[in-house]
């Protein structure tokens, strides 16, 4: 019978005797797949652990042979060739484990039933399954004097959920007065995160009310010389009343007296354990009164979050797609759905990554925003963009927080503003497809493109059926005309709205009058004004990608492969490449396959627009001579090659 444990120094027990793991990296990946706890690990991961940033050539190579030789350290007669304990596909391993083999599995068992307890009001029966969970705690995860990397993602956010258990035990103990069972692995933990101040308030408590009020001191005075000196702040609110609680008793406190007064909050505990009060904000924007389309696609991006609610990563989801997709509408309508999920606040903030103003929100004034937020003073927020970001950290970890970055405009604008808790849940939104959140952060990336036909008119129908009689024809030629676009089906729906008297034929007359432009999607609001929206990615362009969109409109269909478009803009083709490259990170085109692209009908609009406004006549009918000599071209090709097959 096997034993695992990843809670402190890495262990393999086999019918109570330690089995010896071999060399460092042998027992480095080995202690990986224990820390994701039967979730798969990449070679990619394994390469960052065992060599960081500079991995040799023959990185993937070393990474079989490890897992080979954990595979046979484990079942030494498992034959050859043969799956067991360690399944291996798609570059990628995972370790198979029983719920009562591995102690980060039991930990999570009993923290889990623990929680419900204390849901139901049976506290001091949860805190005893907290307490026994804390006892499985060795020390930080697979450490020890061998470990390559206590660094690694995966073992830190172990260590952190381990620290927010310590924090709800703590509160526990304090409301209950049952101290002395939790404060050596309490202490312990703290030790572990010295700038986690909420549990090292919750630790100067425990060590005053257990009769150590001069220890409690001390360590306050230690925290706040660190935060000085690593962070520039000064202690929070929460740990200095901590400390000021510990000052005011001025000596140990008799048992019978019952938790110091600060831990006597509401009479109905709250799941989890955590008991103290804190702020909790909810910033989500109110969800649409009528929301139709993308059912779907929701309840699958909803689904896919709450199963990775299982694993040590923190949930994180990536939305793309064409301005006027919906990104930010689909994103709230998830973040509500969730929010259940997350009973420590919602915070939301538009990046503005594409804006009027051209000027992305910085990441420095994001965290200020969220720490004042999240009851941090201003006096004490750093003002370097890291300090800020490990103090956010700190505050969030633990704390089943849910965060919506909405507009995003790159990656390394979110980075800066991704909490280190895997309790936590964040939604990005983006025109531009986030693959860096992918690689970097396991990120779920999602791509919305247009409605399907059916779901357009649902949502039109959803938005004007009391106002517009029915007319299927009217109604079928308006979503064609808007696209299927979100945006645009929102803008008309408005327009019959605000208009009742007029029905669906009037409305797809105004867009058939308007064909060819967006004079029929003009809003009197710069938000919803299809030109202004689309002008937003357009005003992110270099001058030749701004050139080629202008001069993409002057094609006829909607889609043109790469040698296509380098004949039309009288450039080479890998030149092409790079140019196309940046329209379709902004959103004004999208791939149709290998080489292939495709502009929606609105934006081919609108670029035909800037194109009459921009370009003179005989740049227009130099580009359209290009194109024609390459289709020429191509279909001489084409015939010469049928001509001769047919020989």
């Not at 048992?255 to 799941?271: D, F, I, L, M, Y």
């Not at 808007?482 to 409305?507: I, M, N, T, Y």
Request: with cysteine.
């Amino acid at each position: 019978m096997l034993r695992f444990e990843v809670l402190g120094p890495l262990r393999v027990l086999r019918d109570g005797l330690e089995v010896d793991l071999g060399p460092a990296q042998q027992r480095s990946v080995l202690a990986l797949l224990l820390a994701r706890a039967g979730e798969p690990v990449t070679i990619a991961e394994f390469a960052d652990l065992l060599w960081g940033a500079d991995p040799p050539s023959r990185a993937v190579n070393v990474v079989h042979r490890h897992v080979g030789a954990v595979r046979r350290l484990l079942e030494p007669a498992l034959p050859p060739r043969s799956t067991g304990r360690v399944v291996g596909g798609a570059g990628e391993y995972r370790l198979t484990v029983a719920a009562d083999e591995l102690d980060l599995t039991r930990f999570r068992r009993l923290v889990t039933r623990g929680r419900e307890l204390a849901a139901q009001g049976r506290l001091a029966d949860g805190l005893a399954l907290a307490v026994d969970a804390l006892g499985l705690w060795r020390g930080p995860c697979a450490g020890g004097p061998e470990a390559l990397r206590r660094d690694h993602p995966s073992f830190t956010a172990v260590d952190r959920e381990c620290a927010a258990v310590a924090r709800e035990a703590a509160e526990a103990a304090l409301y209950t007065g049952t101290v002395h069972p939790v404060l050596p692995t309490v202490l312990a933990i703290a030790d572990l995160f010295p700038l986690d101040e909420a549990l090292q308030a919750q630790t100067l408590l425990l060590l005053e009310a257990g009769g150590r009020r001069a220890e409690a001191v001390a360590r306050y005075e230690r925290v706040r010389a660190r935060l000085a000196d690593e962070l520039g702040t000064d202690p929070d609110a929460e740990l200095r009343q901590a400390y000021d609680e510990v000052a005011r008793r001025g000596g140990p406190v008799d048992p019978a007296a019952g938790p110091p007064a600060r831990a006597r909050v509401a009479e109905e505990p709250a799941a989890p354990l955590r008991l103290a009060g804190s702020l909790r904000p909810a910033q989500l924007p109110p969800d649409l009164p009528v929301f139709a389309g993308r059912d779907e696609q929701i309840r699958h991006m909803a689904r896919m979050l709450r199963s990775h609610r299982t694993r040590t990563a923190m949930p994180l989801l990536a939305i793309d797609g064409l301005p006027g997709s919906g990104k930010t509408a689909c994103a709230v309508r998830l973040a509500h759905l969730l929010a259940d999920s997350c009973p420590d606040g919602q915070l939301y903030v538009d990046l503005q990554g594409f804006h009027p103003s051209d000027r992305a929100l910085d990441p420095l004034d994001v965290l200020g925003c969220f720490l004042d937020l999240l009851g941090v003073p201003d006096r004490a927020v750093p003002a370097a963009l890291d300090a800020r970001l490990r103090l956010a950290r700190s505050h969030l970890a633990g704390r089943r927080v849910m965060i919506v970055l909405d507009n995003a405009r790159d990656v390394d604008q979110v980075r800066h503003l991704l909490p280190g808790s895997a309790d936590c849940l964040v939604l990005v939104t983006s025109r531009r497809r986030l693959d860096g959140l992918a690689t970097a952060y396991g990120a779920h990336l999602v791509t919305l493109d247009v409605l399907p036909a059916d779901e357009a008119r649902r949502f039109l129908l959803a938005r004007i059926g009391a106002v517009a009689p029915a007319d299927d024809e009217a109604l079928d030629e308006i979503v064609e005309r808007c696209g299927r676009l979100p945006l645009a089906l929102a803008l008309v729906s408005g327009r019959a709205l605000e208009h009742p008297g007029r029905g669906l034929a009037d409305l797809a007359r105004e867009l058939r009058a308007a064909q060819g432009t967006l004079d029929g999607f003009a809003s009197h609001t710069i938000q919803t004004d299809l030109r202004a929206v689309f002008s937003w990615s357009y005003r992110l362009l270099g001058e030749p990608a701004a050139r080629l969109f202008r001069l993409l409109s002057l094609r006829p269909d909607r889609e043109i492969g790469l040698p296509a478009v380098a004949s039309l803009a009288g450039l080479p083709v890998r030149r092409c490449r790079e140019l196309v490259g940046e329209l379709v990170h902004t959103g004004l085109l999208t791939r149709a396959g290998p080489g292939r692209y495709r502009s929606h009908d609105l934006i081919h609009a609108y670029a035909g627009e800037l194109c009459q406004e921009h370009d003179a006549e005989p740049v227009r009918r130099a580009a359209r001579r290009r194109l024609h000599r390459h289709h020429c071209r191509h279909l001489g090709d084409t015939v010469e090659a049928s001509a001769t097959r047919g020989r």
